[in-house]
């Protein structure tokens, strides 16, 4: 994620020189913070480039979820929180769609950071409230701070490790203490990622329980009604104090806001083609390519949209977990990957809508290509004897079929590293040279349809003579299962920002893979890497933050902790031809918040459908 970024900020690029104990520290003030470059926008913006200032208010908007909900509390670790919840809350700073490593004054109106980096101090808005009218106070947030911290999700306790304390410094000021090394992240993530909870709210409530009682919050919307894992409602707060901001103006303009939940991802296209619900993100290049032609699209009722992005794709893939013993040998690991054959996938199954994913940081600039720069070289040379030789060379590329579906050439590759590694054929099967025994591979899944990308692996697995097979479960016992590291080899995202940061402690540190729940899905536990991340968190520049970013992602693809999957570098999104929106599409990606429903159009909907449904 992105963090410090204007005119004024850009000085917190520079190396800075810590004061002597006689020497206030000096700080920087700006409406926002940036990582990269100037923001976007000055202080005295009015609105997002993308929103439209006199967008209409009213009409609902139906969207759709896989799984279900026990929970209405997302900053807990238990149980399956409800999609939209972050509509109900806010934070300090918050993002736009066009400004991907920037952040701009939510609750807070301006913000200073230390020139060393060793606090930053919000200046709170006198005007911001909760939705029963109570004013959002420095005491509000402090005990934020220390909920999430304690009782959270361990992902705040992770992000927040080096929030040393928050003081308050008057009514409508707050100072956050930061420790560790310089760390130009830290101000833009108390900002953007602690929630603002009531504390008199739980004086009387267990923060870490599951809830079926919405939480009081401060959003544009509030929990309307619900039922438990069927359905969710918001409603628009028609005195939302923060609607006229200009990061709100000419946004979340829709009365209410549904999401329907299926528990099944095979009905849900089936259900959006019936109008079950009004905007729907394809994901799947088959539905892309054969799945819309049906009466109503036909007919222009529904738009189908490909949008060119300039988000970073991050890494997907297959994820082996290393915490069974059978995974920690990477030469496994890597014939693995040659049994994947993505370009017959491609050819076959994706209608050449994908790209092969090389780089965790891929379509961005902090990719790893061709050789390692010297830059690279020096932040590498001092673990070359802890890493594998290949990561001085070039950067990683995933082996290449002929897309035929018959090219052998990638298995006869796999068989001779497994053959090199001590693996041996027994009896038509693959043993395990530490133990002797058939080597065997669970595939897990909730979703059906990723057999059929599945299917072909573990086809070509058998080849090589592994017992592989997959497993789909339902959403629930997926996400504990994932939760408690309980599978060999699962499907696992990492998105990644224009300025990658702490997260990548969550992502692939040893303290996090020891850890439930954590995003350290394949529990790497590796000092160089961890040595890397904290390289690249106490980056002084943007410009010294490429290269150690690079280094980090050359360490990561010639360990071979994942099968690389595949990306898309545009989005694809159909909705029914009920909504307004500008022309101008955000790079980061559609922002249907900053959509409205425009009544003729609506109408027109409904008395063309009644004509088709005649037909």
Do not use: C
């Not at 909900?69 to 300090?92: C, H, R, V, W, Y």
């Not at 709210?201 to 009682?213: G, H, K």
């Not at 504990?480 to 224009?498: H, P, V």
């Amino acid at each position: 994620m992105g963090l410090l970024k204007s005119t004024a900020t850009a000085l917190l690029f520079l190396a800075f020189a810590l004061p002597s104990a006689a020497e206030e520290i000096k700080t920087i003030k700006s409406h926002g913070l940036s990582l990269a470059g100037p923001l976007k926008y000055g202080p005295d913006f009015k609105h997002l480039d993308y929103a439209n200032p006199d967008a209409p208010k009213g009409g609902d908007v139906k969207l759709s979820a896989v799984g279900g909900f026990d929970n209405l509390n997302p900053f807990i670790s238990k149980g399956q929180s409800a999609n939209g919840l972050s509509l109900t809350f806010e934070t300090l700073l918050t993002q736009s769609n066009d400004d991907p490593s920037a952040e701009y004054g939510l609750v807070a109106e301006s913000v200073e950071v230390a020139e060393d980096l060793s606090f930053a101090i919000f200046n709170m808005r006198p005007e911001a409230r909760f939705h029963d009218g109570t004013p959002i106070s420095v005491e509000d947030i402090i005990f934020s701070l220390e909920a999430v911290k304690e009782k959270g999700a361990p992902l705040f306790r992770y992000y927040y490790a080096d929030v040393e304390s928050a003081e308050k410094l008057g009514d409508h000021r707050i100072k956050f203490n930061f420790s560790g090394p310089p760390n130009r992240e830290l101000p833009q993530i108390v900002g953007q990622l602690l929630p603002i909870l009531p504390k008199a709210y739980f004086e009387n409530r267990n923060f870490d329980e599951t809830t079926l009682t919405p939480i009081l919050g401060s959003g544009p919307y509030r929990v309307k009604d619900f039922e438990a894992n069927r359905y969710i409602t918001y409603e628009r707060v028609s005195d939302y104090w923060g609607a006229e901001l200009p990061i709100n103006v000419g946004r979340y303009n829709f009365d209410t806001i549904r999401y329907d939940f299926y528990r099944d991802t095979a009905v849900l296209l089936e259900a959006f083609k019936a109008g079950e619900y009004d905007y729907r993100a394809e994901n799947s290049a088959k539905n892309w390519a054969t799945g819309y032609d049906f009466p109503a699209a036909k007919a222009g009722l529904v738009m189908l949209e490909e949008i060119p992005n300039e988000r970073s794709a991050g890494m997907q893939g297959y994820a082996f977990n290393l915490r069974r013993a059978k995974f920690q040998n990477p030469a496994l690991r890597e014939a693995l990957i040659y049994a994947f054959d993505f370009e017959w996938l491609n050819r076959n199954i994706f209608y050449n809508q994908y790209s092969r994913t090389n780089s965790y940081f891929e379509n961005s600039v902090m990719a790893a290509t061709g050789e390692p720069s010297k830059e690279e070289l020096a932040i590498l040379e001092p673990y070359r004897d802890q890493l594998p030789p290949r990561v001085f060379g070039p950067a990683y590329q995933a082996p290449v079929t002929d897309g035929s579906g018959q090219d052998r050439a990638p298995l006869r590759q796999a068989k001779k590293i497994l053959k090199d590694a001590g693996y041996e054929i027994k009896n038509g099967k693959l043993s395990d040279p530490d133990t002797g025994k058939p080597l065997t591979i669970e595939f897990l899944m909730y979703d059906p349809n990723s057999l059929r990308i599945t299917g072909p692996l573990i086809k070509n697995l058998k080849k090589l003579g592994i017992d592989a097979s997959s497993r789909v479960v339902d959403s629930a016992q997926y996400t504990e299962r994932l939760r408690n590291y309980d599978f060999d080899i699962t499907t696992a995202g990492f998105g990644q920002s224009i300025s990658p940061g702490n997260e990548q402690r969550e992502f692939w540190g040893s303290a996090a893979g020891n850890r439930p729940g954590s995003r350290n899905v394949m529990g790497i536990d590796n000092p160089v890497i961890d040595a890397l991340i904290e390289n690249l968190i106490a980056a002084p520049t943007y410009e010294d933050l490429i290269p150690a970013v690079r280094a980090l992602d050359r360490v990561l693809t010639w360990n071979f902790y994942v099968i690389p999957q595949f990306h898309a570098a545009y989005d694809r999104i159909a909705y029914w031809n009920k909504f307004g929106h500008t022309d101008i599409n955000p790079s980061q990606g559609p922002d249907l918040f900053s959509w409205w429903v425009d009544s003729e159009k609506e109408q027109q909907l409904q008395e063309e459908l009644k004509t088709i449904q005649q037909k």
